[in-house]
C-alpha cells in the first residue's frame, strides 16, 4: 500500500516531460502533414483588398471601387490561365501561407490629387526584377498615361502578402489611377484585355507557348 502510494507521484513528475515530447511530436507531425498538403501550385493571383471590410479597403472615387476592378480583372486572368492548363489558385486580401512558382497581386492606384498617378510594379525582391520588366514592356505599349518607378511606395516595397506566399517571382501590378477620370475612361472598357495580358506574361514567363491576345 505504501510502496503504491510512493511510486504514483513519482511517476506523475517523470511523465511531465514525457508528456510535453510527445505533444511537440504531434505538433511537428501536424505541421509536416500541412506542409504537404499545400503542395505548391504554378500561379497564385491574388485581388487585392477582397473581402476587406476595415484597414485597407482599396481605392473608392466616386464611381469605382477598386476591389470591385481587381477582382474583375484577377478573376479573367484566373479563367485564362486556366483555358491554358495552367493550375491557378485565387487568393483574396487574407492569404494564407502558400509555395507558388509565380504570384500576381492586382490593384488600381488612388492619388490625392486626381491623375497625379498611373501604373507601377512592386515586388519583394530582384529576383523578380527581370519579369517586372518584361511585364511593364507589355504593358507600356498599351497604357497611354504616367508610370512610376518600381517599388516607389513602401507598400509596393513591402507587401504583407510577400511574407506569406513563398514565391520564385512576385509582382504587384497596380493597373491604372482608379481616381483619375481620364484613366478610368480608358480602362474600364479595357479590363478584361489587360486581365488577358497579364496572363499572358505570366504564360510566357512559364515558359509555355501561348498566342499572343488580341487588344
Ligand atoms: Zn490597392
Known amino acids: 500500500m505504501s510502496n503504491t502510494l510512493a511510486i504514483i507521484p513519482s511517476m506523475n513528475i517523470k511523465n511531465k516531460p514525457a508528456t510535453f515530447f510527445a505533444l511537440l511530436i504531434l505538433l511537428l507531425m501536424a505541421f509536416i502533414l500541412y506542409w504537404s498538403m499545400t503542395k505548391p501550385v504554378s500561379v497564385v493571383i491574388q485581388a487585392g483588398h477582397e473581402g476587406r471590410t476595415c484597414g485597407n479597403t482599396g481605392a473608392e472615387c466616386k464611381l469605382y471601387r477598386e476591389e470591385d476592378w481587381n477582382i474583375l480583372v484577377a478573376d479573367e486572368v484566373v479563367k485564362k490561365l486556366r483555358s491554358w492548363k495552367i493550375d491557378v489558385k485565387r487568393m483574396p486580401a487574407r492569404v494564407h501561407f502558400t509555395r507558388a512558382k509565380i504570384v500576381v497581386a492586382i490593384h488600381f492606384d488612388r492619388a490625392t490629387t486626381p491623375c497625379n498617378s498611373g501604373a507601377s510594379i512592386g515586388y519583394p525582391s530582384d529576383d523578380s526584377k527581370a519579369f517586372a520588366q518584361r511585364w511593364k514592356a507589355l504593358y507600356k505599349d498599351y497604357f497611354p498615361f504616367k508610370w512610376h518607378e518600381d517599388n516607389f511606395t513602401d507598400n509596393l516595397k513591402n507587401y504583407y502578402a510577400y511574407r506569406w506566399i513563398r514565391a520564385e517571382k512576385f509582382l504587384l501590378l497596380e493597373l491604372?489611377?482608379?481616381?483619375?477620370?481620364?484613366?478610368?475612361?480608358?480602362?474600364?472598357?479595357?479590363?478584361?484585355?489587360?486581365?488577358?495580358l497579364v496572363a499572358y506574361a505570366i504564360a510566357k514567363e512559364l515558359g509555355k507557348k501561348v498566342k499572343r491576345p488580341a487588344l
Not at 182 to 188: I, Y
Open 176 to 196: 491604372g489611377e482608379i481616381t483619375c477620370d481620364k484613366q478610368t475612361k480608358w480602362l474600364k472598357p479595357r479590363l478584361k484585355k489587360i486581365a488577358h
